[in-house]
């Protein structure tokens, strides 16, 4: 490798917090200039009935415009980035939680779907023992929330207990499990819990009580609730200050940094495998019942690869759980905007998955650099000296 390269390769790999930041943003921007020209190289080569820019049939400026401004316009669009923003916070920090513990959760959308399942299930069966109206909200919300995060967990201790007590690599494993969780969940819907009365493969609707529904009216008739906004920003909070400041997280983060050096200390290897794994799926599970209660109002197959998204998000986020909030808007804000574009502007809808997709790639490509370094034996990381601060540097 030439010295240049390696000495750039180098200082990505042991770049502070706050350099960090500004390379993210110097990504962002690089981004935006290359999306910018292959939008009006695209637009020389297509015919348009309407106005021209600079000879080109797409304007790289309304498109970022689109894109990036237009969803903050408006109490629809608001909700509508708020929307992706708090799905893709609990995705985000379930594969964070994982990261850090030096796992790689690819099964979170699998967690998310059999949360969702039996958080509808449950507020299906518990609905005609339960009050109405306020009460019975404050009954079956935290009882779908409780039935998300449990099923989400334990299924994603399954993987963790493969991997710590038969060496079976974890990213094979929760692949596969998240086909096992999509062909379970039909199978039980179309046989046991099918709504009559629909054509679709799904469940019949959850009460009225059990819904989050808009609180303010800024974001009425929209798919998004203010409760299921400050429960993902406690959440954010909280794995924070879990990961930060308790005995159990500087287990998990020393483990994900130097595992040999963890179990050297005393760490109980194999239990810290399955608690991660579990808390992680906790997290997707949560997702689901949120998707459940707050979007569908009732489980129907089909639900988008929220947990597949929550990776990048994590990644983007450096696993930090507080990165994982800008990212997740990041995300939110790229998803409504795509929509925007679609409606105004006529470009095609694979041109803005690519810009889409540049953004993600610019800004992630750092950080992934960075993670390669340290879960391989390439890069500086690989000759540091112990974690004594638990990997706290890597927040």
Same mark, same amino acid.
């Given at each position: 490798?030439?010295?240049?390269?390696?000495?750039?390769?180098?200082?990505?790999?042991?770049?502070?917090?706050?350099?960090?930041?500004?390379?993210? =943003?110097?990504?962002?921007?690089?981004? =935006?200039? %290359?999306?910018?020209?292959?939008?009006?190289?695209?637009?020389?080569?297509?015919?348009?009935?309407?106005?021209?820019?600079?000879?080109?049939?797409?304007?790289?400026?309304?498109?970022? /415009?689109?894109?990036?401004?237009?969803?903050?316009?408006?109490?629809?669009?608001?909700?509508?980035?708020?929307?992706?923003?708090?799905?893709?916070?609990?995705?985000?920090?379930?594969?964070?939680?994982?990261?850090?513990?030096?796992?790689?959760?690819?099964?979170?959308?699998?967690?998310?779907?059999?949360?969702?399942?039996?958080?509808?299930?449950?507020?299906?069966?518990?609905?005609?023992?339960?009050?109405?109206?306020?009460?019975?909200?404050?009954? #079956?919300?935290?009882?779908?929330?409780?039935?998300?995060?449990?099923?989400?967990?334990?299924?994603?201790?399954?993987?963790?207990?493969?991997?710590?007590?038969?060496?079976?690599?974890?990213?094979?494993?929760?692949?596969?499990?998240?086909?096992?969780?999509?062909?379970?969940?039909?199978?039980?819907?179309?046989?046991?819990?099918?709504?009559?009365?629909?054509?679709?493969?799904?469940?019949?609707?959850?009460?009225?009580?059990?819904?989050?529904?808009?609180?303010?009216?800024?974001?009425?008739?929209?798919?998004?609730?203010? %409760?299921?906004?400050?429960?993902?920003?406690?959440?954010?909070?909280?794995?924070? /200050?879990? #990961?930060?400041?308790?005995?159990?997280?500087?287990?998990?983060?020393?483990?994900?940094?130097?595992?040999?050096?963890?179990?050297?200390?005393? @760490?109980?290897?194999?239990?810290? @495998?399955?608690?991660?794994?579990?808390?992680?799926?906790?997290?997707?599970?949560?997702? *689901?019942? =949120?998707?459940?209660?707050?979007?569908?109002?009732?489980?129907?197959?089909?639900?988008?690869?929220?947990?597949?998204?929550?990776?990048? @998000?994590?990644? #983007?986020?450096?696993?930090?759980?507080? *990165?994982?909030?800008?990212?997740?808007?990041?995300?939110?804000?790229?998803?409504?905007?795509?929509?925007?574009?679609?409606?105004?502007?006529?470009?095609?809808?694979?041109? %803005? *998955?690519?810009?889409?997709?540049?953004?993600?790639?610019?800004?992630?490509?750092?950080?992934?650099?960075?993670?390669?370094?340290? /879960?391989?034996?390439?890069?500086?990381?690989?000759?540091?000296? @112990?974690?004594?601060?638990?990997?706290?540097?890597?927040?």
């Amino acid at each position: 490798m030439p010295s240049w390269s390696e000495s750039a390769a180098s200082k990505i790999v042991t770049a502070s917090a706050k350099e960090r930041i500004y390379i993210s =943003v110097a990504a962002f921007v690089a981004s =935006v200039l %290359v999306g910018s020209v292959l939008v009006y190289l695209s637009g020389l080569v297509v015919d348009c009935a309407g106005g021209r820019f600079l000879g080109s049939c797409y304007n790289p400026f309304l498109v970022y /415009y689109y894109l990036f401004v237009d969803p903050f316009v408006g109490g629809f669009n608001v909700a509508l980035v708020m929307k992706e923003t708090v799905l893709l916070i609990f995705t985000g920090l379930s594969v964070a939680v994982a990261f850090r513990a030096g796992l790689f959760n690819i099964g979170s959308q699998g967690q998310l779907v059999l949360g969702g399942l039996a958080s509808a299930l449950a507020v299906i069966f518990a609905a005609p023992f339960a009050p109405t109206g306020p009460v019975g909200t404050l009954v #079956l919300v935290p009882l779908a929330l409780v039935v998300g995060a449990v099923f989400g967990g334990l299924y994603a201790a399954i993987p963790g207990a493969l991997k710590a007590y038969a060496e079976a690599n974890e990213v094979i494993t929760t692949i596969m499990l998240n086909f096992v969780a999509t062909n379970l969940a039909f199978f039980l819907i179309s046989t046991y819990y099918q709504d009559p009365e629909s054509g679709s493969v799904q469940t019949v609707a959850i009460p009225e009580a059990a819904r989050l529904t808009p609180v303010l009216p800024f974001f009425e008739g929209a798919q998004f609730s203010v %409760v299921a906004l400050v429960l993902g920003l406690a959440l954010v909070g909280g794995t924070y /200050y879990v #990961l930060a400041n308790t005995a159990f997280g500087y287990d998990l983060r020393t483990s994900g940094v130097q595992a040999t050096a963890a179990d050297y200390a005393g @760490v109980d290897a194999k239990r810290l @495998v399955v608690s991660s794994m579990t808390l992680s799926g906790a997290l997707a599970g949560l997702g *689901g019942a =949120v998707y459940v209660l707050m979007v569908m109002s009732r489980y129907r197959t089909g639900i988008p690869a929220l947990g597949f998204d929550g990776i990048t @998000v994590s990644i #983007l986020a450096g696993n930090n759980p507080l *990165g994982v909030l800008p990212a997740a808007l990041l995300f939110g804000v790229m998803k409504a905007g795509s929509l925007s574009i679609d409606f105004s502007l006529g470009v095609p809808k694979q041109l %803005v *998955g690519v810009l889409r997709g540049l953004v993600i790639l610019f800004v992630a490509m750092p950080e992934f650099f960075r993670m390669l370094a340290r /879960y391989t034996s390439f890069g500086p990381d690989a000759d540091r000296p @112990v974690a004594t601060d638990g990997g706290e540097d890597d927040a």
